[in-house]
């Protein structure tokens, strides 16, 4: 190779590309650099940790991926490859070469077969929910160990969107409403009572004089409280299911999620996350501008927070090592055993045991089997998740005996990257700005609906379609660096044009059918009235050039089953009766999101149920 150091870009997760520098001598790779400053934050920190060094130790571009940072561990190795190419070499014997010794080979050596742990608290996930925990925990005077699988913590967390639902009126009053939201309190506050479950009832009646009052004062500002919080989660979530099951939330975690949501925020706000305060935002399917965004963005901004800060006092976290079976004593939850990349075994004793390893997302024969609401769930089906979600707390729990609740319903995030499911690729607007048009160019749905609303009606179109933007829409959008946007528009995930007419060619649309479209579109924001889909808030016109296009397509998100839970965090077993011992929050616990969760409500979720579980734990180890 022709000596010297090559300057090339690595693709990582997202649309993010990463410069590299890779030092090359006639013979060998001495020196990799990655500025990895554009990727997504929390995502691939390991891979630019690990995968350098692997590369230079051991000469060869034959190096496994990073769990959990599979596109951004073969961008680098990509990147590297690029630059042996560009320095006259052959990258593809550099990748036939002999895979280097892993450290958890070499480890395992020399390393004892068993780990024994005794804490007051192991924690089984190290993303939002099972940090939650841990951190709340230490603040009780505990010790607690956090038995993550993967080699970084984070989660589904780190990918979320950011926006935590949680209703302020006093902080909301200081926005306007928006055109069709009054529309949308009036349609609410019509629904028959018979058409509200029993148990909703009375505070429904409450809601209703809340809206009247709020209507009839004639103010301009953005209307809400806990019970229009609690009664949407509700709503959002009750549907039937193919064989006609009928689900909906459970009152008392609802209620217990609504009334403790913004305690969540002031928590999470008094350890160190900064929320942007000037604006109020709603996530996809959020049914309602609650959402409380970090200033950092997506979901790392709690990640890194609440990790650190469980690094920071004394709490231990053991990554790459994944919990196998629960320890049972005459019925008690007494530990974890699990096992280390390097097959060590590891037990910890402890007297609270906190299942949070999410759902079952990344797990498609899972969703396959207990799927009741989809017709169908290709084998091929991209998904939002992290590939560490995939039931593992689900399944320790039913070790214990546990209830298993909504495990059928399963959600599908409408607006996922045709090919990787990622949510992050192309231009991610608030819905109130969503333009949603079929391959035809065609509008084909309220873009306010709920996630499960909007799937179906996607795969009703054949499941691809278009999310279209003008620059004014792009501004509102989570990712529009100009950096951001030129890496979109090379990448094929965002479409760019001077006018909708080319716009419609470079995709294959009629132009005159999209022109068409946009104009009427339009026509109903100056209007304030969508006749053709109803669509029950609007912001922006779609007017201003340049014009954006992103390909989108329904993607496996959320799965709203899991293990029964009580309002204090409480495993229950088939019997609805406690399993001492045993706690769970986030995703791995059913029974508050019923059918169909909200926009926004799981990151209230995981930080609401998590603080609650160690509490609970907490009160009972008195």
């Known amino acids: 190779m022709k000596p010297g150091t090559y300057r090339v870009k690595a693709h990582g997760h997202g649309t993010s590309f990463m410069p590299m520098t890779v030092t090359l001598t006639t013979d060998q790779i001495k020196d990799i650099q990655v500025d990895a400053s554009g990727e997504t934050n929390g ?123 949680a209703a302020e009126p006093e902080w909301q009053m200081g926005f306007a409403r928006l055109t069709g939201e009054e529309a949308t309190l009036k ?77 969540s925020v002031k928590w999470l706000t008094d350890l160190g996350v900064k929320f942007d305060r000037t604006d109020v935002t709603m996530p996809v399917g959020a049914l309602w501008r609650r959402g409380h965004k970090p200033v950092e963005p997506m979901g790392y901004a709690f990640i890194h927070v609440l990790g650190d800060w469980v690094k920071g006092h004394g709490g231990t976290i053991l990554t790459e090592t994944k919990a196998t079976h629960l320890l049972v004593e005459n019925g008690n939850v007494v530990g974890v055993r ?20 999410g759902g079952f997302g990344a797990n498609t024969p899972m969703v396959q089997k207990y799927n009741t609401y989809w017709k169908h769930i ?22 214990a005996g546990a209830q298993l609740t909504g495990m059928g319903f399963i959600q599908l ?43 179906a009606a996607a795969i009703a179109q054949g499941s691809l379609f278009y999310l279209i933007a003008d620059d004014q829409i792009k501004e509102t959008a989570y990712n529009t660096t100009p950096e951001s946007i030129e890496a979109q528009v090379a990448a094929g995930t965002l479409y760019r044009a001077d006018t909708l007419e080319d716009l419609a060619k470079q995709v294959g649309m009629n132009p005159t059918t999209l022109v068409e479209t946009i104009a009427k579109y339009n ?54 009766r406690v399993i001492r011992g045993l706690y769970a929050a986030g995703e791995n616990a059913g029974g508050l999101h019923a059918g169909n969760r909200l926009g926004g409500n799981s990151l209230t979720d995981i930080f609401t149920f998590g603080r609650i579980a160690a509490d609970t734990a907490n009160e009972e180890s008195k």
């Open 523 to 576: 026509s109903y924001v100056v209007a304030g009235d969508d006749p053709e889909f109803h669509k029950s808030a609007f912001h922006l016109k779609c007017e201003k050039s340049p014009f954006y296009a992103t390909p989108r397509k329904p993607a496996i998100h959320h799965t709203m089953g899991g293990l029964a839970i009580d309002e204090s965090a409480h495993v229950l077993d088939k019997n609805g």
């Open 413 to 455: 995030m409408p607006v996922s990257d045709p090919n990787t499911g990622e949510l992050f690729t192309g231009l991610q607007t608030p819905p109130e700005n969503f333009i949603m048009v079929n391959q035809e160019g065609k509008r084909f749905v309220n873009e306010f609906a709920e996630r499960d609303t909007l799937a």
């Open 338 to 357: 699990a096992q280390k990349a390097d097959g060590t075994q590891v037990i910890v004793h402890a007297p609270a045991v906190f299942l949070t390893a």
């Open 187 to 263: 349609k609410l506050a019509d629904l028959p009572i018979d058409q509200i479950d029993s148990e909703y009832q009375a505070d429904f009646k409450k809601l209703q004089a809340q809206i009247k009052d709020y209507i009839n004062s004639g103010a301009k500002y953005l209307f809400d409280s806990v019970l229009l919080h609690e009664i949407q989660t509700y709503l959002g979530g009750k549907r039937t299911d193919l064989n006609g099951q009928e689900i909906h939330g459970q009152y008392k975690l609802v209620t217990t999620l609504v009334n403790n949501a913004l305690d």
């Open 378 to 399: 290709d084998d091929d089906i991209a998904t939002t998740n992290s590939p560490a979600i995939t039931g593992d707390g689900i399944k320790l729990g039913q070790e």
């Open 43 to 165: 995502i691939a920190d390991e891979v630019f940790k690990r995968l350098p060094n692997q590369i230079v130790k051991g000469q060869t571009l034959n190096v496994d991926t990073v769990a959990g940072a599979t596109i951004s561990s073969r961008g680098v190795v990509d990147g590297v490859a690029e630059a042996i190419n560009l320095a006259g070499g052959d990258a593809t014997e550099w990748k036939k070469r002999a895979k280097p010794k892993s450290s958890d080979e070499e480890r395992a050596r020399t390393t004892s077969q068993q780990e024994e742990y005794t804490t007051d608290a192991v924690i089984v996930g190290a993303g939002g929910a099972g940090l939650a925990a841990a951190t709340r925990s230490i603040q009780h005077g505990k010790q607690v160990i956090v038995l993550e699988k993967f080699p970084q913590i984070g989660g589904n967390t780190t990918r979320a969107g950011g926006p935590m639902n």
